[in-house]
Nanobody, 127 residues
């Protein structure tokens, strides 16, 4: 079992920054890929960013590339999402998720391949 708990959401103005954190606990040695997704009311949940747990590889949705950065804090055992230059269209509930096992990087964009999900944290960006 792997437990994921997001934190750091809130209400900010356009142009502000926010840092989300996903605390990872449990059988973390099995985690291979971590992802951030978001859901806006009336829309499907969409991919935001992914990180290979062992380090190195990252990937971003075009809509956040250059503004968001995903990283791992080994000391805290968290996966963080630094969000800069926020826009109103970034308003959503943000979820972190984990894929276990090898070769998971190939599936990083596929929500159905993620084994564990956090409960989500709300980010609201006002104009």
């Amino acid at each position: 079992q792997v437990q994921l708990v997001e934190s750091g959401g809130g209400l900010v103005q356009a142009g502000d920054s926010l840092r989300l954190s996903c605390a990872v606990s449990g059988r973390t040695f099995r985690v291979a890929t971590m992802g951030w997704f978001r859901r806006t009311p009336g829309k499907d949940r969409e991919f935001v960013a992914a990180l290979a747990w062992s380090g190195g590889n990252t990937d971003y949705a075009d809509s956040v590339k250059g503004r968001f950065t995903i990283s791992r804090d080994n000391a805290k055992n968290t996966v963080d999402l630094q969000m800069n230059s926020l826009k109103p269209e970034d308003t959503a509930v943000y979820y972190c998720a984990a894929i276990l096992g090898s070769n998971s990087w190939y599936y990083r964009l596929l929500q159905t391949k993620y084994d564990y999900w956090g409960q989500g944290t709300q980010v609201t960006v006002s104009s």
